[in-house]
């Protein structure tokens, strides 16, 4: 399967400490995206890449939260110094660029909890 | 500010009947919509999208409506199943923005009753 594919799934986290999320987005697509999701609440976009330029960031996007695509294939988020605010489900998602408007496929999410 | 709505957070409906799932935005640059359908635990799943030159999308049991002047937009179903049971949330883009990133709604929990 060649699906959007998040890891961790799920982590757990003590306030202050760093973590790292990891997306691998399908591989012919070079459009990413972040998203964080909380509860009752639908996707809030975080940034955007494509290849590995990142053209946008969410005002969301705290000096704390950093985003990379090295090679313009996989990408990561690193929240350094976590808070409880930032227990939310990451998602990754990617598309086309074949098309001017295409739809986004999203990965399983990592869920973080902050304790 | 809100750009996309979704008014209703939940919709319960008979199997076999017609589901519709509604979806309002404030932003008349948007040219672009979706619908995704989530599942507890997992991420969104691609339904179906519509162009802002056409007023209407079919595929199989879905359809989605698009009325430009009341910035409004449908997904119905029909006929309506078990397994459609899940938060749909509908997304609006825009393509000046120059990343087509999507802006969600806050999502509609339909439960469809065997």
């Given at each position: 399967d060649t699906g959007v594919s998040q890891d961790p799934r799920h982590k757990i986290t003590k306030r202050g400490q760093n973590v790292t999320f990891r997306c691998d987005p399908i591989s012919e697509h070079n459009r990413l995206y972040w998203y964080r999701q909380t509860l009752g609440q639908g996707p809030e976009f975080l940034t955007y890449f494509q290849n590995e330029a990142q053209l946008e960031k969410s005002?969301?996007?705290?000096?704390?939260?950093?985003?990379?695509?090295?090679?313009?294939?996989?990408?990561?988020?690193?929240?350094?110094?976590?808070?409880?605010?930032?227990?939310?489900?990451?998602?990754?998602?990617?598309?086309?660029?074949?098309?001017?408007?295409?739809?986004?496929?999203?990965?399983?999410?990592?869920?973080?909890?902050?304790v | 500010d809100q750009q996309v709505k979704q008014n209703s957070p939940s919709l319960?409906?008979?199997?076999?009947?017609?589901?519709?799932?509604?979806?309002?935005?404030t932003n008349s640059m948007f040219d672009y919509f979706l619908w995704y359908k989530k599942y507890p635990a997992e991420g969104p799943t691609f339904l179906i999208s519509i162009s802002s030159i056409k007023d209407k999308n079919e595929d199989g049991r879905f359809t989605v409506f698009l009325n430009k002047s009341a910035k409004h937009l449908s997904l119905h179903i029909v006929p309506s199943q078990p397994g459609d049971s899940a938060v749909y949330f509908c997304a609006a883009s825009e393509a000046t923005s120059g990343t087509y990133k999507y802006i969600f709604g806050t999502g509609t929990r339909l439960k469809v009753l065997a």
């Open positions: 005002r969301l996007l705290s000096d704390r939260f950093s985003a990379e695509r090295p090679k313009g294939s996989f990408s990561t988020l690193e929240i350094q110094r976590t808070e409880q605010g930032d227990s939310a489900m990451y998602l990754c998602a990617s598309s086309s660029p074949n098309r001017g408007h295409t739809e986004a496929f999203f990965g399983q999410g990592t869920r973080l909890t902050v | 319960s409906v008979q199997e076999g009947r017609i589901s519709i799932l509604n979806c309002d935005y």
